[in-house]
Each structure stands twice: as C-alpha cells, then as structure tokens.
C-alpha cells in the first residue's frame, strides 16, 4: 500500500494527507463549539489537563503504531504501564533521594523488557501477536497485583521534586508534553527517513516480500515490540509523576485507548501504513473529547460509546478510501499489482 | 502427528487429570456444592465459547461478545424497570445480541474489514451504550422463580441442562453437517472455499448473528444469576473467552479445533481457577495463570511439532518432510 502511495500519483498522496487533514478538522470543530458553548474550556487548567493526558496516551500509542505497521499488535501496554508506575513507585518510596531520570530509565527498562519477552514469543514461539500479548496483558496485570497486594504508593511518600517533574513547564509547557514531543518527533523522522523504519513498512505491507527482500524480520520484530513496552514503561513514569497515587490497577482497560487512538489516527490494522502522527493526533482527539464531554456536561458515559463509534468509523472511512482510490486506479488502466 | 491432531485429546486428558487431582488435594472441591458454583462460573464463558469456535474456525474473532453481554443486561434491567414481563424481555435481548452481531458481521464481511479491529470498537461502543442505557447503578429486584431456577437444582445445577443441550447443538453442527465442514474450509482457505461453492461472506455474517444472539443470552443468564442488572456486567470476559478456545486447540489462523476440546478448555480454565480460589490463591493471581495459560497452549503444539520434527530427521535423514 505504502510502495503504491509512493509510485503512483500525488492523487494518493493527497488522501493519506487528507486523513490527518480529516482529525484536525474534527478536533478543531469539537475544540470550536466546546469553547462557545462554555469558554472555560479554553483555561489554562483544561487545556493542561488535556495537554498532559495527551502526553501519556500519545506515548503508547507512538509504540503502539509501530508494532501495528509490522502487522502485529500489543495489548499488553496498559499491563506495562501499570507494572511500571508501581515498580517506579515503590522504588522512589523507598529511595527519595532518586532523580527522576534514574526512575525514567527504569520505568522504560523494566517495559523494554517486557517488550522484548512479547517480541520473542512473536518471533520464536511463532505465536501470534494477538494471542501472547492477550495472554501477557493477563500474566503482567496478575504479577502487578500479586506484588502490590492490595497497598498502593500515595502522593505523600513519593518524593517532591519527582511530583515536582509531572507539574513543571519549560516555556510555559509541561515537561510531560516535551518528553512526548521528543519521543514523536525522533520515532516520526525514524520510520520516515531511515532503513530501519522503513523495513518495519515493509515487513507490514508484506511479511513474504520483506523477508525475500533480505529484511530481518526477526530483529526487526523484537525490536518494534520492545520499543512499543519500553514507551509503555515510561508512560508508567509520566502516569505516577501525574497522579501521584498508584495501585495495581493503574492503566487497566488503556489499551483499548491506545489501539483507539491508532486506529482513528489512520494507522491500519492490517499494518504497511499509517505514521505515528496520525497516532498522536488520534491520542488529542480521544483525550479532548473526554474533557469536552465533561464540559458540555453531557453523561460521561458517552465517551466510551464514541470512541467505539470513531473506531468504526475510521476504519471504515479508510476502507472506503481506497476502495474508491483502487476503483480509479483500475479506470484509468494502472497497472498496481 | 499429536501436535497436529492431537492437542484437543491433549487438553481433555489434562483436564481429566487436573479434576481427580483437585478432587484429591483440594479440600471441598469435589463437594456438591462447590460443583454448582463452579458450574454456573462456567456457564458464561461456556455459552460465549460455542459460537466464538465457530467464529474462530473461519478465521475470524469477535472481542465484543462481553459488551453484547453487558449491554444486554443493562437493557434487561432497563425494560425490566419499565414494567415488562421477563417472558418479553428474554427474547427480545436475544434479538438485541442478534443485531449487535449482525453489525459487526455487516463491517466485517460487506465492507471487508479486519474483524479484530470491528469487533474492538464495538467492544467499546456495545459497553458505551450499556452505561448510557443504565448508568452505573444496578436493577436488583428481579422475581425469585427466574434467579432460582438459574442458581438452583442440586447436585446436578439446571443451567447444566441449557449448556449441555447447547453445546451438543454446537458440536453436531460442527462435527456432523456440510454446515460444519464448510466453516473449516472458510478458515482453511477462504479462496479455495469460495471455489467449493461455499460463500464466506454470508456464513461469516450468520456466525456473528448467532455468536450476538448467544451473548445476548449469556446477559440475561449473567442477570439472573447474580440478580443484578448493570452495565459492567462481565466486563473482560472476552479475554477468557478467547482464551479458553485456544486453550481447547483451535488455531486463531482458523481451520483447525475441535468443540470437545473447547468445551475442555473451558473446563479446564474455571476448575482451574475454582480450586485455586478454594486454596486461599488470590483473584489476581488467578490472571497469571490464565494468561500462562493461554500463551503454553499456543506455544506447546509448536515446541511439540518441532521436536517431533528434529527426531524425525535424526531417525529417518532421508525422510525430511515428514512432518
């Protein structure tokens, strides 16, 4: 699909775009009409809250949307980043005097690992995606639980400069909201304009053709998932410096979030295409419309029903498309495939 | 041979095993009332487990089985409030499962979408439209004939009849009609299947008509047998779901299972987590196992078939595709 984007026509090119063009047509009516109806929503409370809500969903779901290029997918990231923010948690408690990128790394290290164990249950189990991070979402939840044994770790005991870290602002934005930017703008040039993001398309487009095309899918795979778990592991950072109290159920159900906040974003699931600034816009429209709701003051519980809706819909969307792209390439005697 | 046909005899045997040594070792397992309780955990991910083989077999999954569920009890408890009888209820939340599937089935086979991705938003949409439907508050006060006859007969549980009936309906279509045989042709080859005349799209939309209409029923039951409506109900039983079925051998690249061997699996997952529950075993602790669970079941037909495979070659070097 990608190589087709590339070959054939700025016409093609045109719609990818128009996609992302579609999500900030979206965020800027829902953005447009919550702040008329009722400008608070325009504060600088509410547009922190959803700055760095976005921050740390953006995150996983930049991890997320490399593993669903490959064509696999990881549900185990809102497990990981539970396992994180706890194992940070207890860490900082117990060592105050810790700085916080000592607990970055080892959030993001103790994800990494993970990730690396779903990647070579993928690769060398020859399991599918789907079915090892289900079962590792399960296994990584119930160590979480196992370990914390009902405590949880309370603002009070987690040291001040690390609560510190998820309030402060560097030219007026949250540290948070940097360390995301970060994250998006290296992994975004990365799968743009390098070999090695490439092949991840590649593999995605067609795992047959990357592997006769001497791509090693193996080290590719591992390292696609272990980058998806470390992110998830530093979003289990940002998730403690934000709220201060975790427990084991910290994250629980957010990859139903994140693999939303793909989806909507334009990534496909069947993998080969789609960026991880899809993904990042995705994530700001699902995080600014859990607060517009709340705005609006319309029933909270709409916003699960919506986020179902938008995935239909942008899958569904997507697949009109190209249908339509595919129709008139066929009209015009292109010779695609 | 064993890792290829055999993982579902695999899996009935080990649960056989798992039976007698719990019996043995864990104090009141075997006891007729602990059998009750165990029957009606089962009941829920034995129901939804029947059409997710089917669904499975042909290659496809359905993750919003759950929010179908839930969504049915949070309409049971809604019509309820408003002064319907449970005889009008019942069926018409199988109808409302019914058309919950046949809209996942609709993105699925006419727009041609990926069913995991379908059945993920509607998995969020299904539970959205519970909530908004109900709220968080719970309908409790259902009549005592209904939430007795689910929770009650000793020691053979009545829900034991309704899953027995249903499963041997499942198994026969399945293993015993060209119906059957079609849906592992579809999961096989899907190409080749359409050649043979079987036509994927319109069975894959009855399966998730069906798979709906069976969540739908799984909801009412889920209702009556904790007496309580509310749109939480059976939230992540998707996860065991699918997790029993592959458990029970079926391939999640479809065309291959057996409904013995789910309805093992499924055995196997809740006696597995009753006697550890009886053994002061944490819930929590319970998902480690689950999920271990899941991923060896995939892993251990793999590793099975390749050790066959070296020794394959080691005794016969000249037979190397013998696998």
Redesign the interface.
């Known amino acids: 699909m990608t190589t087709a984007t590339l070959n054939l026509a700025p016409k093609l090119s045109l719609v990818f775009k128009a996609r992302e063009l579609g999500i900030v047509i979206a965020l800027a009516l829902l953005v447009g009409v919550t702040a008329i109806s009722n400008p608070r929503f325009l504060s600088g409370q509410s547009i922190r809250d959803i700055l760095l809500g976005t921050a740390i969903l953006a995150v996983l779901a930049v991890g997320q949307a490399i593993v669903v290029i490959t064509r696999n997918i990881d549900l185990s990231v809102g497990s990981i980043l539970g396992l994180s923010a706890f194992t940070v948690g207890t860490l900082l408690r117990d060592n105050p005097g810790l700085p916080v990128v000592v607990a970055l790394l080892v959030g993001a290290g103790v994800g990494a690992v993970a990730g690396l164990g779903n990647g070579a249950l993928v690769q060398y189990g020859k399991i599918p995606a789907l079915v090892v991070t289900l079962g590792t979402l399960y296994v990584i939840r119930g160590i979480t639980y196992f370990w914390a044994g009902g405590q949880q770790v309370n603002a009070d005991e987690l040291p001040g400069s690390f609560l510190a870290f998820g309030n402060a602002t560097l030219l007026g934005i949250p540290y948070l909201v940097w360390i995301a930017l970060i994250i998006l703008t290296i992994s975004g040039v990365v799968l743009r304009n390098y070999r090695a993001g490439r092949e991840l398309y590649a593999m995605g487009s067609s795992p047959q053709a990357a592997t006769l095309a001497g791509i090693r899918v193996g080290r590719r795979t591992l390292a696609a998932f272990t980058v998806s778990g470390g992110l998830a592991g530093l979003g289990g950072v940002l998730f403690a410096a934000r709220f201060g109290t975790i427990d084991a159920a910290a994250g629980t159900g957010l990859e139903l979030n994140v693999v939303a906040a793909v989806v909507v974003g334009g990534v496909a699931v069947f993998g080969g295409s789609g960026s991880v600034w899809g993904a990042a816009l995705g994530a700001l429209l699902l995080t600014t419309i859990g607060s517009s709701l709340a705005v609006l003051e319309i029933n909270q519980f709409w916003q699960q029903a919506i986020v179902g809706a938008l995935i239909l819909l942008a899958i569904g969307s997507d697949r009109l498309v190209a249908a339509r792209v595919a129709a008139s390439l066929k009209k015009r005697g292109s010779r695609v495939r | 041979m064993f890792a290829k046909r055999g993982w579902d005899t695999a899996i009935i045997a080990l649960t056989i095993v798992v039976l007698i040594v719990a019996s043995g070792t864990v104090d009141n397992f075997a006891s007729s009332q602990n059998f009750g309780f165990l029957v009606l955990d089962l009941l829920p991910i034995a129901l939804v487990a029947l059409p997710m083989t089917y669904i499975i077999v042909t290659g496809e999954?359905d993750l919003s089985v759950a929010s179908t569920l839930g969504l049915s009890s949070a309409v049971m408890g809604s019509l309820w409030n408003a002064g319907l009888s449970i005889e009008t209820i019942i069926p018409l939340c199988l109808l409302l499962g019914a058309i919950l599937g046949a809209v996942n089935g609709l993105?699925v086979t006419v727009?041609?979408?990926?069913s995991?991705?379908?059945t993920?938003?509607?998995?969020?949409?299904?539970?959205?439209?519970a909530?908004?439907v109900l709220?968080?508050g719970a309908v409790a006060d259902f009549p005592a004939v209904y939430t007795d006859w689910v929770t009650g007969g000793s020691p053979i549980p009545n829900v034991l009849y309704l899953i027995i009936v249903l499963a041997i309906a499942f198994g026969l279509v399945l293993h015993a009609t060209p119906i059957g045989r079609n849906l592992y042709a579809v999961g096989a080859s899907e190409q080749a299947a359409r050649f043979a005349g079987v036509r994927p799209g319109r069975t894959k939309f009855w399966l998730y008509v069906v798979s709906g209409a069976v969540a739908g029923l799984a909801g009412v039951l889920w209702t009556l047998r904790y007496s309580s409506a509310r749109?939480d109900n059976g939230a992540g039983l998707e996860?065991a779901v699918?997790?029993a079925v592959?458990l029970g051998g079926v391939s999640?690249?479809g065309g291959r299972g057996t409904l013995p061997g789910v309805l093992a699996g499924v055995v196997l997952l809740a006696s597995l987590q009753n006697a550890l529950r009886l053994s002061d075993v944490?819930n929590?602790?319970?998902?480690?196992?689950?999920?271990?669970l899941?991923?060896i079941s995939?892993?251990a037909p793999?590793?099975v078939q390749k050790l066959i495979q070296r020794r394959h070659r080691l005794l016969l070097p000249e037979r190397t595709n013998a696998s």
Do not use: K, M
């Not at chain 2, 727009?111 to 990926?114: K, R, T």
């Open positions: 999954i993105f727009l041609g979408l990926p995991l991705a379908v993920i938003g509607t998995l969020a949409l299904y539970r959205g439209l909530f908004v709220g968080d749109a996860l699918v997790a592959l999640i690249f944490s929590e602790a319970l998902n480690v196992v689950t999920g271990a899941l991923i995939v892993l793999n590793a």
